[in-house]
Structures are given as C-alpha cells and as structure tokens.
DNA sequence: GATAATCTTGACTAATTTGCTTGGGAATGT
DNA sequence: ACATTCCCAAGCAAATTAGTCAAGATTATC
C-alpha cells in the first residue's frame, strides 16, 4: 500500500469522471484543464486505470472516459492501487526466514497494517465521496448565498470531523 | 497525507522500540541491524521522531532510544507524519479560490479524504499493533512448537482479516 | 475519402524523493 | 582519556514522480 500524489491525482480524475457522469464520455483534456493536471500525465495514469477496467475509453471525435462501473462501485483503494504498481518488497518478501524470528515479526505487522489500510480504503467509495461533498456544496450556499467572496476562507466549513465512510 | 516506504521504516524502527521497551535505552546500531536499516538513515528519521517528542534519547555509553510516551500513547498516524514532511501542496493549497468553484470542490474531496485516513491510522496505537502480534506469536508457537522450518510459509496464519484497530 | 478529434503507446527528460554514505562533531559513562 | 552513543550536515546514486514529445490508431463528421 503506498499513498503518495500520484494516487491523488487518479482520485482526484476518477472524482471529476465522477461528477459528469451523465454528460458522455469526457475528455481528458477537459479533466487537464479542470484539474490542473498535464494532459500526457493523465494518459499515463488512464492507461492503467482502463487496465483495471475502472474506466472505459471511446476513441474518435465526441470521445473520451467514462466510468468504467457504478460510481458507487468503485472504491478509492481501487483507484490507487491501479496506478501505484505497488512494488512493495518488504526486504524478506514472503520468505518469513530473513534472519531470526524477530525481523520477520515486525515485517508482518507493517504488511498487516498495510492491509488494514487497504481494506479501509477499499470502503470508500466515489459515489461516497460526492454525496459527502453534495451536503457541504449546499451548505456553502446556504451560508454564501449567491456572493462571489475571493478571500473567504472557507476552511471552517471544511473540518474533515465526520464519519465519511461510516467504517 | 503521504505513505511510503519511509513511513514503514519509521514505524518499523518504533515497533522495535516497543518491544524492547523495559531494556533500558535501545541503541540506533541494534534496531539498524534487527531491521536491516542503515544506521544513518535511521538517525535521520529519529532525528525527526525526536523533534515530535515521539522518543527520547540519552548520550554517551549504554544511552539510546526510547519511546518519549507509553505504546498505548502513541499512533501509527504520528509516526509516519513525523517522518513524511508532509508538504501536501494542493496547488491551491487553502486558496480556495484557483479557478472556478469547480476546482476547489474536487480538491476538497481530496483533503478531506486524506483526514479521513490520517484520523483511521491515528486510532492504531504500537500497543494495538504489538498485542495483535502477541496473539500470532503464540498461535504460531503452538502451531510450530520449538521446531525450525526454515521452508515453511506462515503466511496461512497471517491472514489480516481480523479488524486490528477495531475501528 | 479527407479531416479533425480523440484515445494509445513509447521514448525521453527534469525535478523530487528515497535511501544511504561520509565525515565530522557533542555528550557522557567507565 | 576513551569508547560509546547521539547529533548534524553535506553530498550522492537510484528510484519515483511528473511531465514533454512524437508517433500512431480509431472514428465521427463533413
């Protein structure tokens, strides 16, 4: 399990594929400009996430991704693995025989942590996300109520305390 | 929020810390050669681990480390971020106003999706962590009692299904 | 059929991070 | 004094990240 920007980024592109469900297949130049992210970057990152069948590709003019599942069926976990290529060689790598029982001990307990991370993340699912970000989307405005307010900060509205996957 | 191999290293190397504790101060050069990590590294990432109060040390001859609270005090979420540096610039990184309220929602997602995993693994304690394997422990010595078999796989016992933090 | 939009692929590169080395200190128990 | 340990900073090779560039392949539309 590595979590690093990279994974951000395919999150982050999955949300947005996400959030446009509806309108055809999107393009990633779209999510480049969108998103802030290059659009040869996100090809690579696409690449493998099509792989992995998170999305589905239509070539030609009119083109672009879509979802490859249910927005509600993809989780987070999936999304990063997919990109992560998760070389994790844990030195002893399976052997469990490195040198004396006590290195193979705390080995297992980091794969093990890392699963539990894993399986965490592997709750959360895109469509979990929108909905959490739907709620807040409203309370902004209710808050803001048709203002432009370029140096608000609007952290407070964002405090990260509930439960988002309910786990 | 960042989880690399670093990370590992540094939860590893408190993980060691943990079981010696009652030993008196553990020196760099044991925990180096236990785990497998060069020395200089490990000084680098406790020179970090200090700073967060996360150990303490003493100098000269049979000084060391040791945890700087109980195992119960202290969580997996704290170590890794002692070590990461965490510079998680989100491009707009608290500006909230990048480009379009679009942007910024997707952004949003992002960080609070990573509070959300910063906050599990700060429910994880060493302790939560040791007493998970003490549990192991003795089910792989009754398994396997005073026998060496360097071939076997005990990866069978090692399932990771068992909800560890209990979160 | 020509054309343009779009995905697809591969090679290459710059910047950053990781993991580690080297070389010096500073503190302190014996 | 001396050996042991923590402390600290500079530097460096390998890997990864993030991105560019260039060439295709597919297909809707004119």
Partial sequence: MKLTTKGRYAVTAMLDLSLH??????????????????????????SRLRKKSLVASVRGPGGGYSLGRGADEIFVGEVISAVDENIDTTRCNGAHNCQNNERCLTHDLWS????????YLNKISLQDLMD???????ADRQDHPNQEQPGLDVSSLVDGSGDLAGA
Same sequence: chains 1, 2.
Wanted: hydrophobic share 35%.
């Fill in 132 to 138: 959490r970000q739907a709620v807040r989307e409203v």
């Fill in 112 to 119: 093990d942590l890392s699963n539990q991370i894993y399986g």
């Fill in 21 to 46: 469900y509806g309108e055809g297949p999107i393009t990633l130049a779209d999510i480049a400009q969108r998103q802030g992210i290059s659009l040869s970057y996100l090809e690579q990152l696409f």
